[in-house]
């Protein structure tokens, strides 16, 4: 099946640092990548939708300039959380649109990155 | 403004019993939920889906109904084993590929 490859799994920064978390489609090709972020017992939120090749988009209340994403190939969207602050600590998921397959068909997911911030 | 609302945070059930999930939507512009298993640390992975022409899904031991006029699905597990212990996400889009997410139910499959 369809793998997304999300790392690191957990990270620990010293707030005013920079963090980059990347996502790999392992074994299809994703156009377009998402990113969520989810706080404890809360749903997934939707931060923003990573096109390959333009600009990514951004959902209301997002900082693009704080949450930057770069979707350098068809495999990889990258997302680097600049002058991290302890409330940027949270659970971010990437996940991806396998190019070949219809609109309906389900987003695969990345295992998530553990974002701590002290 | 939550548009998918799981309103029961957790469920426990009997292995063998009939777990049933419920998630209730707001806005009509949805026409195709899914549901999403997470466990913890790790990524959701899809489980069934629904287009909004039908109103049920089965595969296997999973069965999605979807009441339109309710705006309402439910996800049935039929029998219930211990593995099926996780949070259970129920998802809806509509009109874009963006899927917006419910708070999730945490099932416990008791043995």
């Known amino acids: 099946g369809a793998v997304v490859s999300q790392h690191p799994s957990w990270v620990i920064c010293k707030s005013g640092t920079s963090v980059k978390i990347e996502c790999r489609s392992l074994d299809f090709q994703a156009t377009t990548m998402f990113w969520y972020r989810q706080f404890p017992k809360q749903s997934l939120m939707l931060m923003a939708t990573s096109n390959e090749g333009s600009k990514a988009t951004y959902e209301q209340g997002v900082e693009k300039d704080k949450f930057l994403i770069n979707h350098a190939s068809l495999t990889l969207s990258t997302l680097t959380v600049t002058s991290a602050h302890p409330e940027d600590s949270s659970f971010y998921i990437c996940?991806?649109?396998?190019?070949?397959?219809?609109?309906?068909?389900?987003?695969?997911f990345g295992n998530g990155t553990r974002l701590t911030v002290t | 403004d939550q548009q998918v609302k799981q309103n029961s945070p957790s469920l426990s059930v009997q292995e063998g019993r009939i777990s049933i999930l419920n998630c209730d939507y707001t806005n009509s512009m949805f026409d195709y939920f899914l549901w999403y298993k997470k466990y913890p640390a790790e990524g959701p992975t899809f489980l069934i889906s629904?287009?909004?022409?039908?109103d049920k899904n089965e595969d296997g031991r999973f069965t999605v109904f979807l009441n339109k006029s309710a705006k309402h699905l439910s996800l049935h597990i039929v029998p219930s084993q211990p593995g099926d212990s996780a949070v259970y996400f129920c998802a809806a889009k509509g009109g874009s590929e963006k899927l917006v997410f419910g708070k999730g139910t945490k099932l416990t499959v008791n043995p």
């Open positions: 629904i287009s909004s022409i039908k």
């Open positions: 996940s991806a649109r396998d190019d070949s397959s219809s609109y309906n068909s389900p987003l695969h």
